[in-house]
């Protein structure tokens, strides 16, 4: 599976963002797909999970309630929508995908990356 992010950028606080990422390879509904983070000097973090099927999704407590991740099968992009940014949230995001159902959030239970987008937030 091959990931391709776009969307970062510099933004103020309290402003929004839509991220994306494009997969391409063998892409189905049978894979998770998840957002990460990587802040300087920080370890990847998860910040959020969609089924294949795009019923269920699952969220890190720092961002529940500002971010949704949604998905388009038929265009095999992932999109993760961030609202009211804080500068905290200044990071690398990293699109991922592995096989299976189960919204997993360990870094260590995806298999395929992408090469990150930068998101910068000023406060």
């Known amino acids: 599976v091959q990931l391709v992010e776009s969307g970062g950028g510099l933004v103020q606080a309290g402003d929004s963002l839509r991220l994306s990422c494009a997969a391409s390879g063998r892409t189905n509904s049978n894979y998770v797909m998840a957002w990460f983070r990587q802040a300087p000097g920080k370890e990847r973090e998860f910040v959020a999970a969609?089924?294949?099927?795009?019923?269920?999704?699952r969220y890190a407590d720092s961002m529940k309630g500002r971010c949704t991740i949604s998905r388009d099968n038929v265009k095999s992009t992932v999109y993760l929508q961030m609202d009211r940014l804080k500068a905290d949230d200044t990071a690398v995001y990293y699109c991922?995908?592995?096989?299976?159902?189960?919204?997993?959030?360990?870094?260590?239970?995806?298999?395929?990356w992408g090469q990150g987008t930068q998101v910068t937030v000023s406060s």
């Open positions: 991922a995908a592995t096989p299976g159902s189960i919204l997993v959030t360990g870094r260590n239970q995806y298999g395929d």
């Open positions: 969609i089924a294949g099927n795009a019923h269920t999704s």
